[in-house]
């Protein structure tokens, strides 16, 4: 499949067609992640958001179509808290280390440049103070936080996360969201699965509205009202019937 090239910073999908062990997950989705965008992925349980975030990432090759982005354009991919084994024995301050690899190698020790991105990075998230602690001493929000921290340390042009609030309280709710617009303030493209849908109205300017299929994409304004809710909702609760687990 021949597909037109894409400016750094942007993502796009071109006849995109997504799933595992040949089960379709997303099926024919056409559209662009503009650069510098900040653009919430939402829909109900089973609509293959999560699919589609391993997709823009490079994790998960496309059964049909194509995920395009330019080739100097960076990705950071914040997943789900819950795909994470938080007891391999890493401090904090190692983990956020690890957003240099691309730039430093696994085995090159961290440059002066690279470990003051690291304190900096601690710093912003409040957690500088956590360094030397290993991760699977942290609470949910704290563990949040060094992962946000590893997202800002690797630099990219492209954040993608997968449901970056959930299991957090108020308060790192607020400290994360306000470290996304910080991003998007920087020209960063933001792609985010969010399942909270005042959230996405109050912060996120567009909106992809999937059920295994584009039900609607753009403006959050738009594509949130209840009409288009209601046609994903229908769309995965049908599937859901016609091929039960």
Known sequence: MTVDPVVRGAIAVRSLTLGHRGAVAV???????????????????????????????GLLPPMAGAVVRSTDSRIAYLPQQSQIDRRFPIAVADLVA???????????????????AVR?????????????????????????RALFARAIVQDADIVVLDEPFNAVDIGTTGALMDVLHRLHGEGRTIVAVLHDVEQIRTHFADTLLLARRCIAWGATSRVLDAGHLGI??????AAATACPS
């Open 98 to 116: 690890l957003g240099t690899w691309a730039r430093t190698g696994a085995l090159r020790a961290l440059g002066t440049a690279d470990r003051d």
């Open 232 to 237: 994903a909702r229908a769309f995965v609760d």
């Open 27 to 57: 099926a024919g989705l056409d559209g662009c992640f503009a650069a510098g965008s900040m653009t919430a992925i939402h829909g109900p349980n089973g609509a293959g958001k999560t699919t589609l975030l391993e997709a823009l990432a």
């Open 120 to 144: 900096a990075a601690l710093a912003m998230l409040g957690i500088a103070v956590l360094a030397r602690r290993s991760i699977a001493s942290l609470s949910s929000g704290q563990f949040q």
